[in-house]
């Protein structure tokens, strides 16, 4: 069983930053890939940004050159720095966590972004 809990959403302008931090805990030794996903209300969950254990990255379009995603694995944390955020990035953003030998994605509580224009 692995648990995720995400910190650093907020209410910023438009142009401003944030930083989401996702702490796991429970089976860490098993979590491979992790990542930020959002939704927007009426909308289906988007990937935002994944990482793996080794530091590849990957992120949405939307938000290539303004969100970088990256990993602490002494800490066994995920962070997401989001600058120059957009009204359109507002949603609640949640913390993945795949353990693939079981074939099973964990999900964080979600934390909420809203940018103001």
């Known amino acids: 069983q692995v648990r995720l809990v995400e910190s650093g959403g907020g209410l910023v302008q438009a142009g401003g930053s944030l930083r989401l931090a996702c702490a796991a805990s429970g089976s860490i030794f098993s979590i491979g890939a992790m990542g930020w996903y959002r939704q927007a209300p009426a909308n289906q969950r988007d990937l935002v940004a994944t990482i793996t254990t080794g530091g590849s990255t990957n992120y949405a379009d939307s938000v290539k050159g303004r969100f970088t995603i990256s990993r602490d694995n002494a800490k066994d944390t995920v962070y997401l720095q989001m600058n120059s955020l957009k009204p359109e990035d507002t949603a609640v953003y949640y913390c993945?966590?795949?353990?693939?030998?079981?074939?099973?994605?964990?999900w964080g509580q979600g934390t909420q972004v809203t940018v103001s224009s």
């Open positions: 993945s966590a795949l353990v693939a030998v079981i074939s099973t994605r964990y």
